[in-house]
Nanobody, 124 residues
Framework: QVQLVESGGGLVQAGGSLRLSCAASVSTFSPYSMAWFRQAPGKEREFVATINWSGGYKDYADSVKGRFTISRDNAKNTVYLQMNSLKPEDTAVYYC?????????????????WGQGTQVTVVS
């Protein structure tokens, strides 16, 4: 069983920055990948970023490339999402997700555990 707890969301002005954290309570020593997804009001949940166990592979949605950075600290079982140059269209609930096979993907169906989400609101 894996529990994921996100934090770091909030209200920020356009052009500002936020850093999201996701702490994973895991009982496995196997490598695993992590990802961030988001869901804006009235829209479907979409992929944001993903990272493999070593951190050597990362992938981003086109809409956030160059502005967001995903990273992880395996000693703390924590993944981060540094969000810079935020735009009002980044407003959404951000979810972290866990894949127990260290398989990085943009597909939600390949992630078997999810956090509760943290709200990010960007105002102009």
């Amino acid at each position: 069983q894996v529990q994921l707890v996100e934090s770091g969301g909030g209200l920020v002005q356009a052009g500002g920055s936020l850093r999201l954290s996701c702490a994973a309570s895991v009982s496995t020593f196997s490598p695993y990948s992590m990802a961030w997804f988001r869901q804006a009001p009235g829209k479907e949940r979409e992929f944001v970023a993903t990272i493999n166990w070593s951190g050597g592979y990362k992938d981003y949605a086109d809409s956030v490339k160059g502005r967001f950075t995903i990273s992880r600290d395996n000693a703390k079982n924590t993944v981060y999402l540094q969000m810079n140059s935020l735009k009002p269209e980044d407003t959404a609930v951000y979810y972290c997700a866990f894949n127990g096979w260290n398989y990085v993907s943009t597909q939600q169906s390949l992630y078997n555990y999810w956090g509760q989400g943290t709200q990010v609101t960007v105002v102009s």
